[in-house]
C-alpha cells in the first residue's frame, strides 16, 4: 500500500445491488466479514478474499442500509513479534461510518482472557447511505484573518438550553437550534470547533470509578459521528443537520480529531479494532520487544504515521468528513505525531504534511495544530509547514501573567500582540498563523483562572493527582468563590485584561465556550470525565445579558472594525 492513490475505497461502500466491504490487513491468514441482520447474537461469518495490497473484500448482493456488521481476523497471536490476531475477538471496521453497541469498558474485554468469544460487549459498524438533502449548503470559506474560533462541546453548550425542545438538548440538533445560532452571531464569532464528535470509548478506570469519558479524545471509529450526540438513532444525519445550519447563518465548523493514538490503549487494554486486524502495521512497537506500545500520547499507544496504511486512514477520514459532512477544517489532537516518520522524530516536512498539500480539497480547508505531544523534542510549536495555524501556548501563558498580575506581568506580552513574529516570521508564514487562547476545554476555565491558585480536581476518583500541577492563575486572597466586592472587582479587571489581549492581538482569536459567561468549574481544571452541571453551560441568565458577555461582543466587534481599516 502506497499512500493516498490507493483507488479502492475501504470500508462498507453502498451499490445498487448490495455492499462492498474492504478492510486492509497485511498479517492476517483470513478476515471474515460478520454480519447480524436480525439480532447481535444471530452472525452469518462469511470469509473475505484477499486482493492487491493486503486490501481483503467481499460483495454482498440484496444488502441495504442500516445493516449491523463487524470483522474477524484470523493469524497468529504472537505479540513477541508485534502479532495479536485472535479470531475469537470481534473487531469493529476502523473505517465504519456508524456505530452500534457498546462503547465502553467490559471486564470481558481484558486481553487476559484470550480466546473467548467479546461479542456481547463490542460495537458493530452500521452500514450507511449516503444521500442528504444538503439544500444548497455552501462552505462559508471565512478567510483566516477575519476568523475567530469558539471552541464548544457539543452537549456541554446545549444540555441546559433552555430554548432547545428538552429532547434536542445536549445533542446535535440542539447544535443547530436558532437559539445557539442566533447566540454565537451576537457573540461575534466565525467558527465553531468541536470537542471530538468521533465516537469514542469510554477507558477501564473511568468505568470502574463511575465515570465517563465526556470530552471524547480516546477515539474508536474515526468516521462516525458520536452516537450519544445524536437525539434519535441517525447520528450522521444529525450533524449534517447542524453543520447545515451553522453553514446558512455563515458559520465554519471545526473538528477536534484524534490520530494520534486510539481506544486500545497499551498491552492491557481491549481488542476493538486495529490491534485485532493487523497490530503492527498501524501501532508504534518497541524495538527491542514488539509486546510494548511506544506511547508519544500518554494514552498507552501511538499510531505509526509512519506507515502508509496509517497516513491513508487519517487521510482518507479527513476527505470524508469534508466531502460528505461538509466540514470546514480540523484541529488535531497532539499533531507533533502526525509528522514523526520511521525514524519516530518530528519532521515538518513529513510525508503526511506533504500529502496533504497535495490533496486538491484538504489542502485549502482550515489546518490547525496541537503542536506537541509527549515524544522525543515533542514542543514543537512554530514549526508547522506552511498553511498550519497552530495553537500559541506562549501566548496563553503570557496574557495570563499579564492579565493577573497587571503591569508587573505584561513585559513579554508586546510580541503576542503583534502575532508572535518571534515563532513565526511573516515573511514564511503571514501574520495569522498564532492561534491565540487564554483558556482551552483543558485547564481553568477563565473564571477560575482568576479564581483559584490551585486545581481542585478531587470529583475525577483520582487524588487530585490528574491535570496540571502549575496553572498560571491568582485567586485574588480568596481561593474559589468570595462575596468580597474589592476581590471580585480585582477579578473582573483582570478577566477584561485578559479578553482585551485575546480579542485584539493578532493571530486568530479562540474562545473557550461559557468563558463569555464567566463559567466555573469550581477549580477543576481536568474535567475531562465529568458529564454533569459542572461541563455543561447555565444560560439562565439569558444568551448575552450578562456584563461579561457583551464585553466579549463589544471586543469582537471593535476587532472586525479595526481589521476593515487596516485593510
Known sequence: MSGRAQGSPLGATMEADGARFRAYSEGAEQLFLCLFESDDHDERRLPMVRGDDDVWEIFVAGLGAGVRYALRADGPYAPSRGQRFDVTKLLLDPYARQVSGPTAWHADLDPRRYGSDTSAVTPRAVTVASEFDWRGDRFPGTPWEDTVVYEAHVKGLTRLHPSIPVEERGSYLGLGHPAVVEHLLALGVTAVQLLPVQQHFTERHLVESGLTNYWGYNPLAWFAPQASYAAGPDPVSELKEAVRALHAAGLEVLLDVVFNHSAEGDAGGPTLSLRGLDNRSYYRLEPGDASRYVDFTGCGNTLDFGRPVVRRLAHDCLRYWVDEMHVDGFRFDLAVTLGRGESGLFESAGPFFRELAADPVLSRVKLIAEPWDLGPQGHQLGHFPPGWREWNDRFRD????????????????????????????????????????????????????????????????EGNRDGHAHEISFNHGVEGPSEDPAILERRRRAIRRMAA?????????????????????????????????????????GACGRELCRLWTWLFRVRRRLLRQAS
Do not use: K
Request: charged share 20%; hydrophobic share 35%; glycine share 10%.
Open 501 to 541: 489581549l485575546l480579542a485584539l492581538a493578532h493571530g486568530v482569536p479562540m474562545l473557550a465556550h461559557g468563558d463569555e459567561f464567566g463559567r466555573s468549574q469550581l477549580g477543576n481544571n481536568n474535567a475531562y470525565c465529568q458529564d454533569n452541571e459542572l461541563t455543561w453551560i447555565d444560560w439562565s441568565g
Open 398 to 461: 503570557q496574557a495570563r501573567q499579564c492579565g493577573i498580575r497587571s503591569t508587573s506581568g505584561c513585559a513579554r506580552v508586546a510580541s503576542r500582540l503583534a502575532g508572535s513574529p518571534d515563532l513565526f516570521p511573516p515573511q514564511r508564514r503571514g501574520t495569522s498563523v498564532s492561534v491565540n487562547y487564554v483558556t482551552s476545554h483543558d485547564g481553568f476555565t477563565l473564571a477560575d483562572v482568576v479564581a483559584y491558585d490551585r486545581r481542585h480536581n478531587e470529583a475525577n476518583g
